[in-house]
């Protein structure tokens, strides 16, 4: 696995950084919208997104830091304010336990549909000051969370541009030290923190590393399971378990289904 690791991670990441930048720019012209929207969460994947944009459009842009205060850890909150503050970017604050709270007042009690309603607020939340400013919402996913499904659909599932969505997690990580993020965001564990104690890996039952170095194997060299368990990518158990993520979220990557 280590040498598909490796042919992953060899990206030209300039180039990938320009790309970036001028799909950024030339959205924000041909939409004729007057800036870009994003959650700032403290995480990889987001701080990866708010420096492309401080290159681009730093005066444009506006992060949005949403944590639970219940269950948010407080370091994440405080890498987010460090983060924009290090970048030049407008940032506002705005925790969203209240609105969390009011909401669950009305709700059966559910963890795991009252942790994707965090996602949701969320996406409310940007999709509103996006509405006042006329600016676009800036999806955070990568391909390894896309394809697998690991998002909230009309949660963080939603956004008028991803610009990150053909990075996989371990690229991301080799593009966030060429992009110089601090070292403490990069090596944090992944978490999308919609309940307590939420760790991405933890909940998936595997890791990114095996994420990746399957998915790569199977969508962009196109390799067969039997081909990709001869290579010694991965255990068949592991393999069944990443294309089972992948075959049950087809539907988050579509278009709603209508009836005709």
Known sequence: MDTILEEIKNQDYKLIKNG???????????????????????GIDSAVVAALCSNTLKEKT??????????TPNEDT?????????????YKIIDIN??????????????RALGNLRARIRANILYYHANITNSLVLGSGDKSEFLIGYFTKHGDGSSDLQPIVSLYKIQIREFAKYLDIPNKIIQKKSSPHLWSHHIAENELGVSYEEIDAVLYCMIDKKMSKSEILKMGVATEQIFDKIYSLY??????????????
């Open 20 to 42: 970036i930048e001028h799909f950024l720019l030339d959205e924000v012209k041909s939409r004729q919208a007057n800036g870009l929207v994003l959650g700032l969460s403290g």
């Open 78 to 90: 405080r890498d987010g304010i460090e983060l924009a503050k290090q970048l030049g970017l407008d």
């Open 62 to 71: 506006l992060a949005l830091i949403m944590p639970d205060s219940k269950i």
């Open 98 to 111: 209240p609105i969390h709270l009011e909401f669950a007042k009305y709700l059966e009690p559910n963890e």
């Open 247 to 260: 075959k049950n979220s087809e539907h988050k990557r579509i278009m709603p289904k209508a009836f005709s």
